[in-house]
């Protein structure tokens, strides 16, 4: 792992820098129709998908459009379910990494 450290630490940022970029601009969604349609393609449940857009409208104050607002969305949206208060956080496999032995 430390060749892969050295390599990550001595890089340029750019190519993070220039993907954030294109997420922002990469516009998926300019209705409500669209922003479910976006997320229940890729599998959201239409309960998730209503969570998902209102992380996004009470963070940002504004419906998501692009790529980088529906990640963010999801992100804290995954944030708020893997809180340790929350009922439906699933249990770690004890044959999974960084699971319980």
Do not use: C, H
């Not at 669209?34 to 997320?39: I, V």
């Not at 104050?61 to 995954?78: H, K, M, N, Y």
């Amino acid at each position: 792992a430390a060749p892969a450290l050295t390599r990550f630490a001595n890089s340029s940022p750019q190519g993070f820098v220039n993907g954030i970029k294109a997420a922002r601009q990469q516009i998926v969604a300019r209705t409500d129709e669209d922003r479910d349609d976006f997320l229940r393609k890729r599998g959201f449940s239409k309960a998730e998908s209503g969570k998902i857009i209102e992380k996004v409208l009470m963070e940002e104050g504004r419906p998501p459009e692009s790529i980088f607002d529906f990640v963010q969305g999801i992100t804290r949206l995954a944030r708020a379910v893997g809180s340790p208060r929350s009922p439906r956080r699933a249990p770690r496999s004890r044959s999974s990494p960084g699971g319980t032995r």
